[in-house]
């Protein structure tokens, strides 16, 4: 099992302070995520069906209806390289780490290319190109005009552009779903959820868009009732919610743009709206500092990496603050 942020009970025995106490900033998780309403009894008492409105929902608020829902993004990661033909995959990285491991489960060759550009990732001249966009964790981001241009020469080599959007809902305009799967971008595959944007990590609702066939096949690799029938309910009604979704963008906007202000007198600093990275030589000591306060970050064993998350209140932000002035690198 890879490490991953939100271990919030390991954190508290570790440094032996109540898990109460702990303000956890180690996930990129909008911690103001959408309000879940009592739910039909139904939902919990039916097996769940497909076509009960979340597909319908799902393509509305994606833009695109060549979608599998499932439980987070995590099934369609693990399944998706086994049900690809073996070959090299460009992994454009530092990335989210359970991508790498389910490919080289399954028998692919991996490249990593640290920081590449799309540009270098084609160059490598692999079947396959792997990315997060905007990435996790470093925050860096690919236009949009460079993916699409990406997908295309990809497809005239046979290949694939493969894409985890999992930050991308406060920005829209930068995504490549309503293409994934289409006439025009028939090798193109896109992860989504609803995890981090609507804050719903534990409803476990994500999408992989991508060709029909595709799909067909992850659909019976999966099998039936992927999703309970409370997660179905409340994931519609999220995706529905344009009101919420407007504002919470506007927020996050603002909050992130804070985030970043707050941590740049300590570095370089790169941010999305929902985290904030902060690359400096005495990142794992900064990350000590603040658990000892009971604030928990992510750092990364591999490189001088540390994303924080979101505070939930002004509370939080003068928590996190306080912890900052008080932080006195070696």
Same mark, same amino acid.
């Given at each position: 099992?890879?490490?991953?942020?939100?271990?919030?009970? #390991?954190?508290?025995?570790?440094?032996?302070?109540?898990?109460?106490?702990?303000?956890?900033?180690?996930?990129?998780?909008?911690?103001?995520?959408?309000?879940?309403?009592?739910?039909?009894?139904?939902?919990?008492?039916?097996?769940?069906?497909?076509?009960?409105?979340? #597909?319908?929902?799902?393509?509305?608020?994606?833009?695109?209806?060549?979608?599998?829902?499932?439980?987070?993004?995590?099934? /369609?990661?693990?399944?998706?390289?086994?049900?690809?033909?073996?070959?090299?995959?460009?992994?454009?990285?530092? @990335?989210?780490?359970?991508?790498?491991?389910?490919?080289?489960?399954?028998?692919?060759?991996?490249?990593?290319?640290?920081?590449?550009?799309?540009?270098?990732?084609?160059?490598?001249? %692999?079947?396959?190109?792997?990315?997060?966009?905007?990435?996790?964790?470093?925050?860096?981001?690919?236009?949009?005009?460079?993916?699409?241009?990406?997908?295309?020469?990809?497809?005239?080599?046979?290949?694939?552009?493969?894409?985890?959007?999992?930050?991308?809902?406060?920005?829209?305009?930068?995504?490549?779903?309503?293409?994934?799967?289409?006439?025009?971008?028939?090798?193109?595959?896109?992860?989504?959820?609803?995890?981090?944007?609507?804050?719903?990590?534990?409803?476990?609702?994500?999408?992989?868009?991508? /060709?029909?066939?595709?799909?067909?096949?992850?659909?019976?690799?999966?099998?039936?009732?992927?999703?309970?029938?409370?997660?179905?309910?409340?994931?519609?009604?999220?995706?529905?919610?344009?009101?919420?979704?407007?504002?919470?963008?506007?927020?996050?906007?603002?909050?992130?743009?804070?985030?970043?202000?707050?941590?740049?007198?300590?570095?370089?600093?790169?941010? %999305?709206?929902?985290?904030?990275?902060?690359?400096?030589?005495?990142?794992?000591?900064?990350? #000590?500092?603040?658990?000892?306060?009971?604030?928990?970050?992510?750092?990364?064993?591999?490189?001088?990496?540390?994303?924080?998350?979101?505070?939930?209140?002004?509370?939080?932000?003068?928590?996190?603050?306080?912890? @900052?002035?008080?932080?006195?690198?070696?």
């Amino acid at each position: 099992m890879l490490d991953h942020g939100g271990r919030l009970r #390991e954190a508290a025995a570790h440094y032996d302070i109540p898990l109460a106490d702990w303000l956890d900033l180690s996930t990129g998780i909008n911690p103001q995520g959408w309000p879940v309403p009592p739910l039909p009894a139904a939902a919990w008492q039916r097996l769940p069906e497909d076509n009960d409105g979340l #597909e319908a929902a799902a393509a509305a608020y994606y833009g695109n209806a060549n979608l599998l829902p499932v439980a987070g993004s995590q099934p /369609a990661i693990q399944w998706l390289p086994a049900l690809l033909p073996r070959a090299a995959v460009a992994c454009i990285a530092p @990335l989210y780490n359970e991508h790498p491991q389910a490919w080289q489960r399954a028998g692919h060759k991996l490249r990593f290319l640290q920081n590449a550009t799309l540009p270098r990732a084609l160059a490598a001249a %692999t079947p396959y190109v792997l990315l997060c966009n905007p990435n996790n964790p470093t925050a860096d981001r690919h236009p949009r005009e460079l993916a699409v241009d990406a997908a295309a020469q990809l497809k005239k080599r046979g290949g694939w552009l493969i894409v985890d959007e999992a930050f991308v809902d406060a920005t829209p305009e930068h995504s490549l779903t309503p293409l994934a799967g289409t006439a025009d971008a028939p090798n193109l595959i896109v992860f989504r959820s609803l995890g981090k944007f609507f804050g719903l990590a534990g409803l476990r609702v994500g999408f992989l868009f991508a /060709a029909p066939e595709l799909l067909a096949k992850l659909a019976e690799a999966i099998g039936p009732w992927s999703i309970a029938g409370p997660s179905r309910a409340a994931a519609m009604l999220a995706l529905a919610d344009c009101d919420w979704q407007t504002a919470t963008r506007q927020r996050l906007q603002a909050d992130g743009e804070r985030l970043r202000q707050l941590l740049a007198p300590l570095g370089e600093v790169k941010a %999305t709206p929902l985290f904030a990275t902060l690359n400096a030589p005495s990142t794992a000591e900064l990350h #000590e500092h603040l658990a000892r306060r009971a604030i928990l970050s992510r750092r990364y064993e591999s490189n001088p990496l540390l994303r924080v998350g979101l505070p939930p209140d002004e509370a939080g932000w003068q928590r996190l603050a306080d912890a @900052l002035k008080a932080w006195k690198p070696a």
